[in-house]
């Protein structure tokens, strides 16, 4: 079965209108700190002149404060928060209890990331497994041994939780992650030209994904 797609990093209405119009489950849309960090307003004047179109809207936020949060998505569609941060367990299910959407959690790829992710085991909708690179909490297109995938599927089954597979993701790459039957991956500069989300490389993506699905179904 194919992966869930998701495309996150939108940070213009061409970038919306782009994804929107692609076969991505979810659109993703950084409001913290960040080259494509969004605000409220703007993404509720993409989503105005492009409509929702049946996709599920992702807003992700950074160690951020639940009023900032409530702030920031307030009048939105957002079907899901993710935690992209390090945030705790505690403050992880005080989101979920006050804004009462599934939340998703990045865990950053590290030697204990395992032990890590029991940590917040039913207080979560899914995990982004990514890579984290200096500062920066994500976006930096560097992936991190995929070799490890297997073990982060497996705690994911544990806890019957999607994972999806983040970092330097791209066309000409995306078949090694397949390999490793991820629940989903997440995409953000591997579909970019010049900072700009590209129909040609989402359609490259899209078709790679296709087509190995069904060499494996065959």
């Given at each position: 079965?194919?992966?869930?797609?998701?495309?996150?990093?939108?940070?213009?209405?061409?970038?919306?209108?782009?994804?929107?119009?692609?076969?991505?489950?979810?659109?993703?849309?950084?409001?913290?700190?960040?080259?494509?960090?969004?605000?409220?307003?703007?993404?509720?004047?993409?989503?105005?002149?492009?409509?929702?179109?049946?996709?599920?809207?992702?807003?992700?936020?950074?160690?951020?404060?639940?009023?900032?949060?409530?702030?920031?998505?307030?009048?939105?569609?957002?079907?899901?928060?993710?935690?992209?941060?390090?945030?705790?367990?505690?403050?992880?299910?005080?989101?979920?209890?006050?804004?009462?959407?599934?939340?998703?959690?990045?865990?950053?790829?590290?030697?204990?990331?395992?032990?890590?992710?029991?940590?917040?085991?039913?207080?979560?909708?899914?995990?982004?497994?990514?890579?984290?690179?200096?500062?920066?909490?994500?976006?930096?297109?560097?992936?991190?041994?995929?070799?490890?995938?297997?073990a982060?599927?497996?705690e994911?089954?544990?806890?019957?939780?999607?994972i999806?597979?983040?970092?330097?993701?791209?066309?000409?790459?995306?078949?090694?992650?397949?390999?490793?039957?991820?629940d989903?991956?997440?995409?953000?500069?591997?579909?970019?030209?010049?900072?700009?989300k590209?129909?040609?490389?989402?359609?490259?993506?899209?078709?790679?994904?296709k087509?190995?699905?069904?060499?494996?179904?065959?």
């Amino acid at each position: 079965m194919q992966p869930l797609l998701k495309l996150c990093g939108n940070h213009s209405e061409h970038d919306t209108n782009v994804t929107l119009s692609s076969n991505a489950d979810y659109i993703g849309f950084v409001f913290a700190k960040s080259k494509r960090q969004v605000v409220r307003e703007q993404v509720e004047a993409w989503l105005k002149q492009e409509g929702k179109k049946e996709k599920k809207l992702v807003a992700l936020f950074v160690n951020e404060k639940i009023e900032q949060i409530e702030d920031a998505i307030k009048g939105l569609p957002i079907d899901i928060i993710q935690c992209h941060g390090d945030e705790t367990a505690e403050e992880v299910k005080k989101i979920n209890e006050q804004i009462q959407l599934p939340i998703w959690k990045a865990i950053h790829h590290q030697p204990d990331a395992i032990s890590v992710m029991r940590k917040y085991e039913g207080l979560v909708s899914g995990y982004i497994v990514d890579c984290k690179v200096g500062d920066q909490w994500g976006g930096t297109g560097v992936s991190f041994d995929w070799e490890y995938i297997p073990a982060y599927l497996e705690e994911g089954k544990r806890q019957g939780v999607p994972i999806f597979i983040a970092g330097g993701i791209r066309p000409d790459n995306v078949d090694k992650v397949l390999e490793y039957g991820p629940d989903g991956i997440d995409v953000s500069s591997g579909i970019e030209d010049n900072g700009q989300k590209s129909k040609e490389l989402i359609s490259q993506l899209e078709e790679r994904m296709k087509r190995y699905d069904n060499n494996v179904s065959r």
